[in-house]
Nanobody, 119 residues
């Protein structure tokens, strides 16, 4: 069983910074991609930043957010700077992981962590 567990998030004022972290655990053969999505109330879940062999950022966060991975620890971190009210939402850790037990690839999600940016 593969699990993604997030930490971080909270309430911050406009222009502030927050750091989100996510750790993957369980019987994994490989982590093929890892990153972050977010969902605001009434909106669809959207990509924020995902790392595979390259890194893909949403246009709205380029230059403000930085995603990084520690492959040895199976973690991914999202550093968010210059936060705006429109960055508010539930942030979900994303992993595209090959299970050691099943030998198959699938997407795994964390439980989500709330980020609120006040104006």
């Amino acid at each position: 069983q593969v699990q993604l567990v997030e930490s971080g998030g909270g309430l911050v004022q406009t222009g502030g910074s927050l750091t989100l972290s996510c750790a993957a655990s369980g019987s994994m053969f490989s982590i093929n991609a890892m990153g972050w999505y977010r969902q605001a109330p009434g909106k669809q879940r959207e990509l924020v930043a995902v790392m595979t062999t390259s890194t893909n950022y949403a246009d709205s966060v380029k230059g403000r957010f930085t995603v990084s991975r520690d492959n040895a620890k199976n973690t991914v971190t999202l550093q968010m700077n210059s936060l705006k009210p429109e960055d508010s939402g539930v942030y979900y850790c994303y992993g595209f992981i090959t299970s050691r037990v099943a030998g198959t690839n699938r997407v795994y999600w964390g439980q989500g962590t709330q980020v609120t940016v006040s104006s």
